[in-house]
């Protein structure tokens, strides 16, 4: 994956943010319609500011970008958190965790997800997941790291 400079990392995390917010919106529309509250799909998507051809879709069981492709990551989103909340452990405890470490733990998950002990992640997996969790900036440190690695 290209290097991102911290410019475009703010932007993509807004992008991600302001998706996150759009289909919490369908969804909210979506539910309103169901229970009843508007009488047909027009006024729901007219009320809750959504697009109409969106809102018919997802009425009619279309999924989200991030639902329709999920189940080709190699790691699932439960997994990702486990991973998440491992290294804000270890950060806690004061032991950080490195680069090559949070590879062999993701490919440990990978293989037992698959039950196949050659499983591995991509080249770019890793820079990949620290773009996706920008909270996990500050645990990591290339100059710590090397520093662990010499001595």
């Known amino acids: 994956m290209v290097n991102i400079s911290p410019r475009k990392w703010v932007a993509k995390a807004q ?16 539910s309103a319609f169901q ?7 027009k006024a729901t998507a007219e009320h809750h500011n959504v697009p109409y051809n969106t809102l018919w879709d997802c009425s009619k069981g279309c999924k989200s970008h991030t639902a329709a492709y999920q189940h ?3 790691i699932p989103p439960e997994a990702k958190e486990l991973l998440v909340r491992h290294i804000q452990k270890q950060a806690h405890y004061g032991f950080l965790v490195t680069t090559q470490n949070l590879r062999q733990l993701a490919e440990q998950l990978l293989r037992q997800r698959t039950n196949n002990n050659d499983a591995t992640l991509g080249p770019n997996w890793v820079s990949a997941f620290k773009q996706q969790h920008p909270e996990l900036r500050s645990y990591y440190s290339r100059k710590m790291d090397a520093a662990r690695v010499l001595s």
Do not use: V, Y
């Open 15 to 30: 992008l991600q943010t302001d998706r996150d917010q759009k289909e919490h919106e369908i969804q909210e529309a979506l």
């Open 35 to 41: 229970k009843g509250q508007f009488k047909d799909l």
């Open 72 to 74: 080709l990551q190699a």
